[in-house]
């Protein structure tokens, strides 16, 4: 749906880094409580979330997806993810789906990319950008750990905080195919705001072969989301909502607030996953 630019304002890099603050903090003491809270009781679950967010750390840095920063910070949001939903229905599925959807599409068309200069760099994202894409459904994840264990499911839904997470992965997907689809594929890219004609690339800007890309990504990362839950059709579709508005939010934020400067690109990822996953809340009701 949206074409943008890279981040290109150092002065707001501060951003980046309390919001890469912000996700691995709280996520790497969960995970470290946790892990060890069942040593003894169940030793299988720690090595199980351990060993899964090691394998994709290395995978994501051996495929350059990431920066070794980013691959780190992947690891351990994989590993909260698992923690919240081990098991064979586990959260990763849809982590999974958004993974191989995002290396696909950061590949596709990388030549014409580049000429517009668009493209994602070679060493991957780094581990502000993986945060940010990440970080609202790793903090999503802590919630419905703690809900299914310490403050009970009468404060937050076990079913809500799926939708949540889901919706807010869902939105990540949704984002980055239609970036990079929109990007490569043409089509007359309008801004947002008042649908005047932009050169690709710039903040905020949609397409129609974007919003398509964006639509299919999110559908895929919905159902993958939707077997690991164990979804409804209804709750299926309340994540797909929820993907949408989060990409519209997306697109806003970047033609009103990151054209002006006012924020960079991390702070509109997360902020866009988080609106998905308010939204998920919301209409879940």
């Known amino acids: 749906m949206t074409h943008k630019s890279h981040p290109r304002v150092p002065i707001l890099a501060w951003q980046s880094q309390c919001l890469l603050a912000l996700v691995v903090l709280p996520v790497g003491a969960a995970v470290i409580v946790e892990c060890a809270s069942f040593v003894r009781t169940l ?32 690891g351990l949001i994989t590993a909260a993810l698992y923690l919240a939903a081990p098991g064979w229905r586990t959260a990763l599925w849809p982590l999974i789906a958004l993974l191989l959807l995002t290396l696909a599409a950061t590949r596709f068309g990388r ?13 991957g994202r780094s581990a502000s950008q993986v945060a940010a894409n990440l970080g609202v ?70 397409s129609l072969a974007g919003t398509i890309a964006g639509l299919i990504g999110a559908a895929v990362v919905t159902a993958a989301a939707a077997f690991a839950f164990r979804f409804t059709p209804q709750q299926a579709s309340v994540v797909i909502l929820a993907a949408i508005a989060g990409i519209f939010i997306d697109s806003l934020l970047g033609a009103v607030f990151e054209r002006r400067e006012w924020i960079n690109n991390d702070a509109v990822n997360f902020l866009s996953t988080l609106s998905a996953a308010l939204f998920a809340l919301f209409f879940a009701g």
């Open 43 to 74: 030793p299988l679950l720690p090595v199980c979330a351990l060993g899964f967010g090691a394998l994709l750390a290395v995978l994501v840095w051996k495929f350059r997806a990431a920066t070794p920063g980013g691959a780190v910070t992947g």
């Open 111 to 123: 030549t014409r990319k580049e000429k517009l200069g668009v493209a994602e760099g070679r060493h």
């Open 137 to 206: 459904a790793a903090l999503a994840a802590i919630v419905l750990r703690l809900s299914s264990t310490f403050i009970g499911p009468h404060i937050f839904s076990l079913d809500s905080m799926r939708l949540a997470l889901a919706a807010a992965l869902a939105e990540a997907a949704a984002d980055t195919l239609s970036s990079e689809f929109g990007e490569v594929l043409g089509g007359e890219p309008r801004l947002i705001t008042n649908l005047s004609t932009v050169p690709a690339g710039t903040d905020g800007a949609v």
